[in-house]
């Protein structure tokens, strides 16, 4: 990811991009599923630390399951 900026109405502007650069984004989009099941764990472990029941419970255990497939394809195609 890059720091790009660029300009509108006369109104100059930054922005985190990836456009510019391909490599970066293909390394950030492979790492923000890592990220976010990380999260969705952290707050599965926070609610049953507090004897509470996580209510993403079943579509977390679909999202596990789907992110072993896709990292499953990945290592297919570098093999």
Same mark, same amino acid.
């Given at each position: 990811?890059?720091?790009? +900026?660029? *300009? %509108?109405?006369?109104?100059?502007?930054?922005?985190?991009? /990836?456009?510019?650069?391909?490599? +970066? /984004?293909?390394?950030?989009?492979?790492?923000?599923?890592?990220?976010?099941?990380? %999260? %969705?764990? +952290? %707050? *599965?472990?926070?609610?049953?630390? *507090?004897?509470?029941?996580?209510?993403? /419970?079943?579509?977390?255990?679909?999202?596990?399951?789907?992110?072993? *497939? /896709?990292? +499953?394809?990945?290592?297919?195609?570098?093999?």
């Amino acid at each position: 990811m890059k720091f790009t +900026s660029y *300009e %509108l109405n006369g109104e100059r502007y930054d922005r985190l991009g /990836a456009a510019l650069d391909p490599e +970066s /984004a293909e390394m950030a989009l492979s790492l923000v599923p890592d990220v976010c099941l990380h %999260l %969705l764990e +952290s %707050l *599965e472990k926070t609610y049953s630390q *507090e004897s509470s029941e996580f209510p993403l /419970a079943n579509r977390l255990k679909d999202l596990r399951k789907r992110f072993a *497939e /896709a990292k +499953s394809w990945n290592s297919d195609t570098t093999a």
